[in-house]
């Protein structure tokens, strides 16, 4: 019996839509955005010459296996929640293109995976960074969600401690650097995550999560919030590059400033008008701040 082109494609087709669903579990934006984040940790920690680059490669392996393994189990535990917003309803588990023991079993193994990754080529330092940041994410921030407005201030700090995965596998010294550029990535988090929270507030209050903007509908706290996170990165984002001499330390001090400025007006503007245009042109800004600024602390000791 002769076999036709379309029953040859139809499994093909849907191995290819299966591994796009897996692709989509691990939230590939946020993975890029973190491996970006150690990238550049990795180059600041060493003044851009990493004693090894091949440890902050293997560093990125890793961190994307453990990140891939994180966002599924978050999705894996909000997979109800997720089917209740029109924003989510449409990933793998809530839209049942996946089932929930494909989605454990993946975190599972890439976990393991990543966590053998970077014990074995990297070091227990980087190992230990990477796990943290897999329980605050899942363990802590996720239940959280449903239960305070607590959940940003916990989900910033595990969104900024990939810093010290890139920090520990370049071999860089703890210390005001390092815990600075920390710091620029927990408060540039704040004016991100409201923005976000403003737009999204009746899809999170349907769903019963307790973000700020849902106990607070007149986005008023939220705002203040923003406004606070936003000033104090405007010093904070100078630090990083302090001893930098030459023009690179001095462009990075303008370009930063600039930057900082720019995303605390904008932030300033969501405070007063708390609408969603203002939400939409601070969340705009926060996705051109923190790439610059990154690009910025890669370059600088370059020039």
């Not at 969600?145 to 916990?154: G, L, R, Y």
């Not at 990939?162 to 990535?185: D, K, T, Y």
């Not at 307790?210 to 705002?223: F, I, K, N």
């Not at 370009?255 to 609408?275: E, H, K, M, N, T």
Request: with cysteine; hydrophobic share 55%; glycine share 8%.
């Amino acid at each position: 019996m002769s076999t036709s082109p379309l029953t040859i494609a139809a499994p093909r087709q849907t191995a290819l839509a299966k591994a796009l669903d897996y692709l989509e579990l691990t939230k590939p934006k946020i993975a890029v955005l973190e491996l970006v984040v150690v990238l550049a940790a990795g180059f600041v920690a060493t003044w851009g010459q990493p004693h090894d680059p091949a440890l902050l490669l293997h560093a990125l392996v890793g961190t994307l296996l453990i990140a891939a393994s994180a966002s599924a189990a978050n999705q894996w535990l909000e997979r109800r929640l997720d089917a209740r917003m029109p924003r989510t309803a449409d990933r793998p588990l809530p839209a049942c293109r996946l089932s929930p023991a494909e989605a454990i079993a993946f975190s599972g193994l890439t976990l393991i995976a990543g966590a053998i990754y970077l014990g074995w080529l990297v070091n227990a330092a980087c190992l230990a960074w990477a796990l943290l940041t897999w329980a605050l994410y899942v363990l802590a921030y996720t239940p959280l969600k449903t239960v305070s407005t607590a959940n940003t201030a916990v989900g910033a700090v595990a969104g900024s401690l990939p810093v010290m995965i890139g920090w520990s596998a370049a071999g860089g010294a703890l210390g005001a650097r390092a815990a600075a550029l920390v710091l620029v990535l927990f408060l540039w988090q704040f004016p991100h995550f409201m923005a976000i929270a403003w737009l999204y507030r009746k899809d999170y209050a349907g769903a019963g999560y307790r973000m700020l903007t849902v106990v607070d509908p007149s986005g008023r706290r939220a705002g203040w919030q923003s406004v606070v996170a936003a000033l104090a990165l405007v010093p904070v984002s100078l630090i990083p590059m302090l001893g930098t001499a030459g023009v690179g330390g001095a462009l990075y001090a303008a370009g930063a400033s600039l930057l900082g400025i720019g995303y605390l007006a904008l932030a300033a503007r969501f405070w007063r008008q708390a609408d969603d245009r203002s939400a939409r042109l601070l969340l705009r800004g926060s996705l051109v701040y923190l790439p610059t600024l990154l690009v910025m602390l890669l370059l600088a000791p370059w020039i």
